[in-house]
T-cell receptor
């Protein structure tokens, strides 16, 4: 399958600072990328869908100004957690797909964010 | 309402024993069905998927799943588990007809006991 790489795999940041997570498709062009958040002992929740060159579509209850998503190229999407707080600590994972809704989405390895 | 239910949060099983992880969904439209595995501190890996055709789907690592439309289920099975199968397993359903935007179940932790 295709390869999706997330960076960093782990990050610790101070409360009040911002942190950026990158999601890259290494061997294909990702027209659509998805960002998920996994709460402890809970499932993955879709946060937003981003299409290259357009604004991201956020799921209900996700703060757009807090979780900034940029999908500026066909191989890179970034999630920036602004003014992070301890409750933002979580596992964030992206998936990427090329083409239409019938093309498979491939997952990155995830990023463990800890806000102290 | 569309939903995905994994009935067991944890399943302990002895090594070389068979295992079944249950998944049910609720939908009024056609669905695509997936099982993913997540090893500790890693991302998701696709085990298998059902899009159409044969209701018995074979995946990687000896896993298989059967789609039962009347019971809206997609249970995952393996006839003989190994220690290395210890992981969290997520059932996922695409209600939109494509297989990009999926809804995940809560996950089942499979613990293989030596």
């Amino acid at each position: 399958g295709a390869v999706v790489s997330q960076h960093p795999s782990r990050v610790i940041c101070k409360s009040g600072t911002s942190v950026k997570i990158e999601c890259r498709s290494l061997d294909f062009q990702a027209t659509t990328m998805f960002w998920y958040r996994q709460f402890p002992k809970k499932s993955l929740m879709l946060m937003a869908t981003s299409n290259e060159g357009s604004k991201a579509t956020y799921e209900q209850g996700v703060e757009k100004d807090k979780f900034l998503i940029n999908h500026a190229s066909l191989t890179l999407s970034t999630l920036t957690v602004t003014s992070a707080h301890p409750e933002d600590s979580s596992f964030y994972i992206c998936s990427a797909a090329s083409g239409s809704g019938n093309s498979e989405a491939f997952f990155g390895q995830g990023t463990r964010l800890t806000v102290v | 309402a569309q939903s995905v239910t994994q009935l067991d949060s944890q399943v302990p099983v002895f090594e070389e024993a068979p295992v079944e992880l249950r998944c049910n969904y609720s939908s009024s439209v056609s669905v695509y069905l997936f099982w993913y595995v997540q090893y500790p501190n890693q991302g998701l890996q696709l085990l298998l998927k059902y899009l159409s055709g044969s209701t018995l789907v074979k995946g990687i690592n000896g896993f298989e799943a059967e789609f039962n439309k009347s019971q809206t289920s997609f249970h995952l099975r393996k006839p003989s588990v190994h220690i290395s199968d210890t992981a969290e397993y997520f059932c996922a359903v695409s209600f939109s007809g494509g297989y990009q935007k999926v809804t995940f179940g809560i996950g089942t932790k499979l613990q293989v006991i030596p």
